[in-house]
């Protein structure tokens, strides 16, 4: 089993900034990629930001330039750094991680609202 604990989320108003953590724990060896995931209501979940285990990246367009992913191994923990948010932001942000061989897991969803 593995479980995968996110925090963070919250309200901000735009060009505002929030910061997501997510700590993964449980029975795993070796996780090679760490990603974050949103779902707005009514849209499907789509990527937001993917890191390798050696720190390759992978940003949606419409966060370049706004939101950093980056993790600690030591820790199993990936973060997002999330700038100048903007109300299209707001979204139930999951993570997700890649594990082992062909398994992957995902966290609760952590909720991010972006309103004045």
């Known amino acids: 089993q593995v479980q995968l604990v996110e925090s963070g989320g919250g309200l901000v108003q735009p060009g505002g900034s929030l910061r997501l953590s997510c700590a993964a724990s449980g029975t795993f060896s070796r996780i090679e990629v760490m990603g974050w995931y949103r779902q707005a209501p009514g849209k499907q979940r789509d990527l937001v930001a993917q890191?390798?285990?050696?720190?390759?990246?992978n940003y949606a367009d419409s966060v370049k330039g706004r939101f950093t992913i980056s993790r600690d191994n030591a820790k199993n923990t990936v973060y997002l750094q999330m700038n100048n948010l903007k109300p299209e932001d707001t979204a139930v942000y999951y993570c997700?991680?890649?594990?082992?061989?062909?398994?992957?897991?995902w966290g609760q969803g952590t909720q991010v609202t972006v309103s004045s």
């Open positions: 890191i390798t285990r050696s720190g390759g990246t």
């Open positions: 997700r991680i890649f594990h082992d061989i062909g398994q992957n897991s």
